[in-house]
C-alpha cells in the first residue's frame, strides 16, 4: 500500500478492492469514544475532488469524539489506485458508488450488526452516497450529511446556465495545475493564488499542505500532488451530465444538504444553494441549509461548524 494520508497515530489504514481491479485506502481513526468499551455509532467521511482523507485530519479529529470514524481516499486520490488509461470510464460517477458500496461492506463487517452507520461528504464524496442508493439501490447508511455535492441543476432548472459557464472553468483549471513543487512552502504559494484556498483555517491548511503531496519519484527533494491534476479535471468534467439530479428522488435516507452561503461573495454568483433546495424538495427525507460565512470549501474554512452540523444530523 503507498503511504497513508492519515498518519499511523491517528488512523489503520487499510485497503479495500473494487470494481476495475483497483485497491481504496481505507482508514479507521484510533480515537473512539468512552475509548471504545462501548460500541459507538459509526460514521464514513468521503472527501473532495483533489483532496484526500489526510486533508480532514481536523475534522475527523472533532467527529471521533462523537463516532467510530471511517474515512478513505477516492479512486485517483491519495494512497488509493490512480488509473490514467480510461479517465471517463474510470472516473465515471458511479465508480465512486462502486467503491462505496465496497468500503461501507467492509465497514459493516467490522463494526457488526444493529450498530448505526452514518456518513458524511465534501462535495465529491456526497454523489457516491446519491448514487449508491439510487442507481445500485443500496441505502447502508443511517443518515447523509453533504457539504455541497457537486450535482448539477437539470435542463429547465434556473441554475442550468450558470452551472454549465462553472463547470468548464474547473476542468482547465486543473487540467492546468502545477503539480510538482520544490517544498511545502512552494504549494502554499500556489494555493494562496486561489481565493476559496486563502479561505482555509490555519489547522486546515496544515493538513492539507501534509497530506496533498507526497515525494517526487523523479526529484530528490521535491513534491508531486496525490490527484494528478489530469484525474481531477477528467472528474470536474464527468459531473455535468451525469444525470444525477433525475435520481435523486430515490434517496429515501434522511438527508441533510448544506451550500454555499451566498453574502459571502455576492458578486460571484453561486449556482449551488438555489441547486441544493432543488435536490432536497426531490428527495423522500431531505432538507437544504446554508453554512453560515462559508463558500464552497465549507470543511477546510469552518470545521467547526461542519463537524457540529454532521453531529447534530446524525445524532440529535
Known amino acids: 500500500m503507498p503511504t497513508p494520508t492519515l498518519p499511523e497515530t491517528f488512523a489503520d489504514a487499510f485497503t479495500v478492492p ?37 486533508c480532514y485530519l481536523p475534522l475527523l479529529r472533532r467527529l471521533s469524539d462523537h463516532f467510530h470514524v471511517f474515512a478513505y481516499d477516492a479512486r485517483g486520490h491519495g494512497a488509493s489506485s490512480r488509473p490514467l488509461d480510461d479517465l471517463e470510464r474510470d472516473y465515471a460517477m458511479v465508480r465512486f458508488a462502486e467503491d462505496l458500496s465496497a468500503i461501507a461492506a467492509r465497514v459493516r463487517w467490522m463494526i457488526g450488526d444493529g450498530v448505526p452507520l452514518h456518513f458524511a461528504s465534501h462535495s465529491l464524496g456526497g454523489l457516491a452516497a446519491v448514487l449508491l442508493e439510487a442507481e445500485l439501490d443500496e441505502a447502508p447508511f443511517d ?46 504559494d500556489e494555493v494562496q493564488n486561489i481565493i476559496t484556498y486563502r479561505r482555509f483555517s490555519d489547522e486546515m491548511m496544515a493538513a492539507y499542505l501534509d497530506a496533498a503531496v507526497e515525494p517526487d519519484e523523479d526529484s530528490e527533494s521535491g513534491l508531486v500532488l496525490r490527484c494528478p491534476g489530469r484525474i481531477e479535471a477528467a472528474i470536474y468534467d464527468n ?65 467547526n461548524a461542519c463537524a457540529a452540523a454532521v453531529i447534530e444530523h446524525a445524532l440529535g
Not at 33 to 53: C, S, T
Not at 166 to 171: L, M, T
Not at 251 to 270: C, G, I, K, M, W
Open 239 to 303: 459531473c455535468p451530465d451525469s444525470g444525477i439530479f433525475e435520481l435523486t428522488a430515490k434517496v429515501a435516507t434522511r438527508t441533510r444538504l448544506f451550500a454555499t452561503d451566498q453574502e459571502v461573495l455576492p458578486e460571484l454568483h453561486s449556482w449551488a444553494p438555489e441547486t441544493m433546495k432543488s435536490i432536497a424538495k426531490n428527495m423522500v427525507r431531505a432538507e437544504a441549509r446554508t453554512m453560515p460565512g462559508c463558500l464552497h470549501l465549507m470543511v477546510q474554512e469552518n470545521p
Open 143 to 188: 443518515s447523509l450529511t453533504l457539504f455541497e455535492p457537486p450535482i448539477y441543476p437539470p435542463v429547465g432548472h434556473v441554475e442550468r446556465a450558470a452551472a454549465l459557464v462553472h463547470s468548464p472553468i474547473f476542468v482547465r483549471w486543473a487540467a492546468g495545475r502545477q503539480g510538482r513543487f520544490p517544498d511545502r512552502e512552494a504549494l502554499r
Open 18 to 54: 473494487s470494481t476495475g481491479g483497483l485497491d481504496i485506502a481505507v482508514y479507521r481513526v484510533l480515537n473512539r469514544p468512552d475509548g471504545g468499551k462501548e460500541p459507538a455509532p459509526a460514521l464514513i467521511w468521503a472527501h473532495a475532488n483533489g483532496f484526500n482523507a489526510g
